[in-house]
T-cell receptor, first 113, second 113 residues
């Protein structure tokens, strides 16, 4: 079962623009993670944010978490064509579900040169 | 450190056959999880193993089984294959603590004819 939804399902932007993807989830969490997937290949881990954190940065990536609204967002600044991929949020691991990750359905990002 | 490796990368089987997929985690990681990814259902959790014990199981029929060996390598088996089992099967490893990031392998793409 899917934990939540990602919005938008698809996003097309020009190189240099910022891309924002949103993720909502249903139950309380301990951790939320963002992953990138290129063309049906393996998932690449981007950022893990814990439930007691509100914002986290990694290079051009910024993730926010609002546990009161059960939502998270991923911002990619100054996007590049190489950022073209599918992006997934996943809740977990958690104390009541162990290492299990529950994924959203993903956002397909297309960055045009 | 070498990443998570999965073998084989591609597999074609016919209905009714069985298949075994293998996953070697990152050195030192004791937790291995398996996921199924299909266009219709997205990423679905299959099971998680930690120190040779199944710690968590997803909502899949008993045809899907797995195991973990003393060196943390894991295998999953699908018996009596159905067309709907065609998917990308992803393995992820982590050190095992609940706050740890999970790192994914490149996946095994299974096609059932």
């Amino acid at each position: 079962s899917q934990q939540g939804e990602e919005d938008p399902q698809a996003l097309s932007i020009q190189e240099g623009e910022n891309a924002t993807m949103n993720c909502s989830y249903k139950t309380s969490i301990n951790n939320l993670q963002w992953y990138r997937q290129n063309s049906g290949r393996g998932l690449v881990h981007l950022i893990l944010i814990r439930s007691n954190e509100r914002e986290k940065h990694s290079g051009r990536l910024r993730v926010t978490l609002d546990t009161s609204k059960k939502s998270s967002s991923l911002l990619i600044t100054a996007s590049r064509a190489a950022d073209t991929a599918s992006y997934f949020c996943a809740t977990g691991p958690s104390y009541n579900q162990g290492g299990k990750l529950i994924f959203g359905q993903g956002t397909e990002l297309s960055v045009k040169p | 450190k070498a990443g998570v490796t999965q073998t084989p990368r591609y597999l074609i089987k016919t209905r009714g056959q069985q298949v075994t997929l293998s996953c070697s985690p990152i050195s030192g990681h004791r937790s291995v999880s398996w996921y199924q990814q299909t266009p219709g259902q997205g990423l679905q959790f299959l099971f998680e193993y930690f120190s040779e014990t199944q710690r968590n199981k997803g909502n899949f029929p008993g045809r899907f089984s797995g195991r973990q060996f003393s060196n943390s390598r894991s295998e999953m088996n699908v018996s009596t294959l159905e067309l709907g089992d065609s998917a990308l099967y992803l393995c992820a490893s982590s050190a095992g603590a609940l706050q740890e990031t999970q790192y994914f392998g490149p996946g095994t793409r299974l096609l059932v004819l």
